[in-house]
C-alpha cells in the first residue's frame, strides 16, 4: 500500500505538504519510526518505511482511517457544522442521506463499554452514545459490537478500506460513504420491524371540458412499491 499520510509534531499530513526524502521529519503513526517522502515521477507520491521495517500494512491503513475519520468528526463538532454521508441501504431499495453528527456532540475512540470497544463512538449532549463507527479493512467487527448497538437503538456505520485512495476519499470534504448503515431509515412495521413499502400520490393539471376553466391538484389513486 502507498501510504499517503504520515505523522508530523503529532498531526497527520499528507505527503504533498511536505519535503522529499528524510527531510519530511515525518514518522510512521503506527510504528512511530522515520518515513520517507517518496516523491518522483513515476508512482503517486507517498510515505514509505526504511527497509526492515515489520510495520503492518493492513493495520496501519486501519489506523489511519480510524483517526482521519476523528479529525473530520472533531472539525465538524468543534464548528458546529454538519458531515454528511450517503449509503446504499442494505435492508430497502434506497439511497439514504444523512447528517452523521446531527445529535453527536463528542467523540470516543476505543471507548469501553464492557462487553465492546467500537473504533469510534459519538454520544449526544447527554453523554448517551448514540453512533458507533466501525473502520473494516479484513476483519469483520466483533458481533457483540453489532449486538450492543441493536439492543440500545444506537446507529452502526461500517466504513470498509482496502487502499489509500479510500483514506484521501475518506479524508475530503465530501460525503462520508459508509459501506453500510444500521437501523433503515424508512419508517419500519409495527408488527415485525421490517421498512414499510413507499406510496406515491400522482397529481394530475386539468381543465374542464366545459368551460376550459384550469383545475390544478387532482390526485390519483396511490401506488404502493414494496421494498426490493
Not at 17 to 44: D, H, N, Q, Y
Amino acid at each position: 500500500m502507498l501510504i499517503p499520510f504520515g505523522e508530523k509534531d503529532g498531526e497527520l499530513v499528507r505527503v504533498s505538504m511536505v519535503e522529499r526524502g528524510l527531510k519530511c521529519a515525518c514518522i510512521c503513526p503506527l510504528c512511530k519510526v522515520s518515513l520517507v517522502a517518496r516523491k518522483g515521477s513515476l508512482k503517486t507520491h507517498h510515505f514509505a518505511h526504511q527497509a526492515g521495517s515489520s510495520c503492518d500494512g493492513e493495520t496501519l491503513l486501519h489506523y489511519l482511517g480510524k483517526n482521519l475519520m476523528r479529525d473530520r468528526l472533531v472539525r465538524a463538532l468543534s464548528t458546529h457544522r454538519s458531515l454528511p454521508m450517503e449509503w446504499k441501504c442494505s435492508e430497502c431499495p434506497d439511497w439514504h442521506e444523512g447528517n452523521l453528527v446531527r445529535v453527536a456532540r463528542s467523540v470516543e475512540v476505543e471507548y469501553s463499554f464492557g462487553v465492546c470497544r467500537p473504533d469510534l463512538t459519538l454520544f449526544d449532549k447527554d453523554g448517551k452514545p448514540v453512533v458507533f463507527i466501525e473502520i473494516v479493512v479484513s476483519h469483520r467487527p466483533e458481533p457483540n459490537v453489532y449486538a450492543y448497538a441493536e439492543k440500545r437503538s444506537i446507529r452502526f456505520v461500517q466504513i470498509e478500506l482496502s487502499s489509500s485512495d479510500d483514506l484521501e476519499q475518506l479524508a475530503s470534504d465530501g460525503p462520508i460513504r459508509p459501506a453500510s448503515v444500521t437501523p433503515c431509515t424508512r419508517t419500519k412495521c409495527e408488527k415485525c420491524s421490517s421498512p414499510l413499502s413507499m406510496q406515491y400520490l400522482h397529481v394530475v393539471s386539468t381543465s374542464c371540458w366545459k368551460c376550459s376553466g384550469e383545475r390544478n391538484g387532482i390526485p390519483l389513486p396511490a401506488v404502493s412499491r414494496p421494498p426490493d
